[in-house]
């Protein structure tokens, strides 16, 4: 059974464009929750789609914003991008909500210059 | 506030000790208590997820207890390997469980 896949893995973006990753879920599962980990912030939740629906918001300004295909599949947008975006964005997946077990990704590393 | 602190921050042991990981939170409703091993540059990876009505939970050399009363959680590793060398994060989640809060980790080195 594959895990779940972040793509791209390393991505270098310039201050005002805007980015998207994407992650798709382990087979199966329905939840897909996205963080971002910094050195200085450690880990912090973005939100969390379940069955196409946001169902749960971080303390993150309205640039960062997902999405949820019918196939489970999950978009992350950042519009645009200032220096402080720059660090390792992680999905991970749950077979029902993330109150279960989750499984992380390899993460996208967003580098902005 | 809801918080979880971790410690300590960072440990260096010998290889084949054993070490005792911390977590403490203020996190209510508190729903689950997560800990994970991050190795550097990939994502985090479960060890063990404990609710309420759990007091410890083991995953091979890996031991986490959980004292819901004292809000606090350790994670203990036996025969520490070098490969136990990585940041250890706890994860506590909230009400329905759609709420998480994160420890900064505890980052271990094992040397031989």
């Known amino acids: 059974k594959a895990g779940v896949t972040q793509t791209p893995r390393y991505l270098i973006k310039t201050r005002g464009q805007q980015v998207t990753l994407s992650c798709s879920p382990i087979?199966?599962?329905?939840?897909v929750s996205w963080y971002q980990q910094t050195p200085g912030q450690g880990l912090q939740f973005l939100f969390e789609?379940?069955?196409?629906?946001?169902?749960n918001k971080g303390n993150f300004p309205g640039r960062f914003s997902g999405r949820q295909f019918s196939n489970s599949r999950s978009e992350m947008n950042v519009s645009t991008l200032e220096l402080g975006d720059s660090a390792l964005y992680l999905c991970?997946?749950?077979?029902?909500?993330?109150?279960?077990?989750?499984?992380f990704g390899q993460g996208t590393r967003l580098t902005v210059v | 506030k809801n918080q979880v602190e971790q410690s300590p921050q960072s440990l260096i042991i010998l290889e084949g000790k054993n070490c005792t990981l911390q977590?403490?939170?203020?996190?209510?409703?508190?729903?689950?208590l997560r800990w994970y091993k991050q190795d550097t540059g990939r994502g985090p990876v479960s060890l063990t997820i404990?609710?309420?009505?759990?007091n410890t939970k083991s995953n091979g050399r890996y031991t986490a207890t959980l004292d819901a009363d004292t809000k606090q959680s350790s994670l203990h590793i036996t025969a520490s390997q070098l490969s136990d060398s990585a940041s250890y994060i706890c994860?506590?989640?909230?009400?329905?469980?759609?709420?998480?809060?994160f420890g900064t980790g505890t980052s271990l080195t094992v040397i031989p």
């Open positions: 994860v506590v989640s909230a009400g329905t469980g759609n709420q998480f809060y």
């Open positions: 789609y379940f069955s196409e629906t946001q169902r």
């Open positions: 404990m609710t309420f009505s759990e």
């Open positions: 991970a997946s749950s077979y029902l909500q993330s109150n279960t077990e989750a499984f």
């Open positions: 977590c403490n939170y203020t996190v209510s409703p508190f729903s689950n």
């Open positions: 087979s199966g599962h329905r939840s």
